[in-house]
């Protein structure tokens, strides 16, 4: 791949300047499951090095279209889209421009410019989609849950042995969170000194009225520890280093909804890694005064200091999100993150081309799976359901 010499004719040719809108409709702040407000990226960030043609497939969450920006700041050239849902093909060309709709997927993965398929069709779909999408010679960035069952883990697993491509999951709750993103760095120069505990409190905001009938189906979209479960153990991965992990307890509920009986709105695990513990509490209990679809919040334990994370929003405090806060060796300080650089997309076209795991490592990425899995599986009933 030549190194990028980006001009405004490469742009128009991929359909990524001609008929972008400035008040384009990645996700939305207040709801979680619908297009952002800010407009989509016309060009690549200056730190990426390479340019790749890639295509879309599924279009069932609206985490697609930060992916999609992602990629397209990686150096990523949106060539083509594939999906059935009129609505869905129609936002998405709202947000992206007149990019060629294929016919069928086989088109995306029979065509051999195409080096990487990004896809987010319903959870229990995606797996699926990634192994034929290495089968054909392409990686593939699939949104989380990527995996439902631990079957479908092993299949992934199988796969990447036998085609070398990449299964890389979206945890957009770190790799595209830049408060996420600075607290990396901080671990990483020793900061706090050696982690010991991380702790993930994730609600979500449910949006019943927006929600398709696969969002109330656990066989659909794996259960919630499974669903954003997942973005926590990637944290607890990441943050610990840990390279292998147990699942100590774990335990589900569905408290509020009577109507949908295989859904869960509330639950919450512990594990354990070579590099640290972690303590992970998922739900769907935002209530409709909070500014925005989550209060995510992230506690790092170390050996020398602490970090805590107000990810999306800082109740009755500072405006906005990506709020860090720090306690260490020095004494203890604010840092707003609101501008700190997000490197997933740059990093991970060059871990394309160059065959490297510098965005994301594969065996982290797939033991934070195995994780939420294990944990979903084994889960038993909580105490107050």
Partial sequence: MDRIDWDRR??????????????????????????????????????????????VIGLDHAHI?????????????LTAVYATDPAQIATFRKRYGDVKLARNEAEILEDKSIKLVAGAPIPD???????RVMRSGKDFLGDKPSITTLAQLAEVRRTIAETNRK??????????????VMAGQLIDQGAIGKVVQTINIAPHRVSAPS???W?????????????????????FVYYTKSTKAHVVASQTANLTYPQHPAFEDFGDMT????????????DWFTPDGLPTWGDGRLFVLGTEGYIELRKYVDIAGRPGGN??????????????????????????????????SVAQDQAGALLAAELVLTAQQNARPAITA
Avoid at 328 to 337: E, F, L, Q
């Fill in 211 to 213: 929600r398709p009938d």
């Fill in 323 to 356: 709020h860090l806060l720090i306690a260490d060796r020095k004494g203890v300080r604010y840092m707003d993150c609101s501008k700190v650089p997000l490197p997933f997309g740059p990093q991970f076209v060059t871990d394309i081309v160059e065959r490297t």
């Fill in 125 to 131: 779909e995606r797996a699926p989609l990634g192994i």
């Fill in 65 to 77: 279209y930060s992916m999609t920006d992602a990629v397209i700041r990686g150096g990523g050239v």
């Fill in 10 to 55: 490469l742009l128009l040719g991929a359909g990524l300047a001609a008929g972008i809108v400035t008040d384009a409709l990645a996700q939305s702040v207040s709801q979680g499951n619908a297009v952002a407000e800010v407009a989509a990226p016309v060009m690549p960030d200056p730190t990426a090095k390479y340019r790749i043609p890639f295509a």
């Fill in 215 to 235: 969002f109330w189906d656990k066989q659909r979209y794996g259960g919630i520890l499974t669903d954003i479960g997942s973005h926590q153990a990637d944290q």
């Fill in 271 to 282: 594990v354990s890694g070579d590099g640290g513990t972690g303590y992970i509490r998922v």
């Fill in 167 to 180: 299964f890389a999951i979206m945890y957009s709750e770190r790799l595209e969170v830049r408060a996420a």
